[in-house]
């Protein structure tokens, strides 16, 4: 399976911005569908972001359209995300997943599409 490990969470005011970054391990990341899921205490797990190997594709859920952006270095095996105008509701740990290898018809936003994830990484935005 392919490793995942998230850096970049930490404690920010509302109206920073962060940036996460998801390292993946083996030699098979530029053939992945990538995305970030986030939970907050008590609540499910979301959709946050998710990004294609095919070069252009990406989405966001409504809560973080025109606030994140999503953009992976297939040199470095890296995902990362960009958070700006941070809001407290965006506190949540965030995690890092990937999908199945050149997939065409990725759901993105539905968790069962991803068969690695990272640890987290816990993203605090204070009011």
């Known amino acids: 399976q392919v490793q995942l490990v998230e850096s970049g969470g930490g404690l920010v005011q509302a109206g920073g911005s962060l940036r996460l970054s998801c390292v993946a391990s083996?030699?098979?990341?530029?053939?992945?569908?990538m995305a970030w899921f986030r939970q907050a205490p008590g609540k499910e797990r979301d959709f946050v972001s998710g990004?294609?190997?095919?070069?252009?594709?990406?989405y966001y859920a409504d809560s973080v359209k025109g606030r994140f952006s999503i953009s992976r270095d297939n040199a470095k095996n890296t995902a990362y995300l960009q958070m700006n105008s941070l809001k407290p509701k965006d506190t949540a740990i965030y995690y890092c997943?990937?999908?199945?290898?050149?997939?065409?018809?990725?759901?993105?936003?539905?968790?069962?599409?991803?068969?690695?994830w990272g640890q987290g990484t816990q993203v605090t935005v204070s009011s």
């Open positions: 083996g030699r098979t990341f530029a053939g992945l569908p």
């Open positions: 990004i294609s190997w095919r070069p252009g594709y990406t």
């Open positions: 997943a990937a999908g199945r290898i050149f997939s065409t018809s990725t759901r993105y936003a539905a968790s069962s599409e991803y068969d690695s």
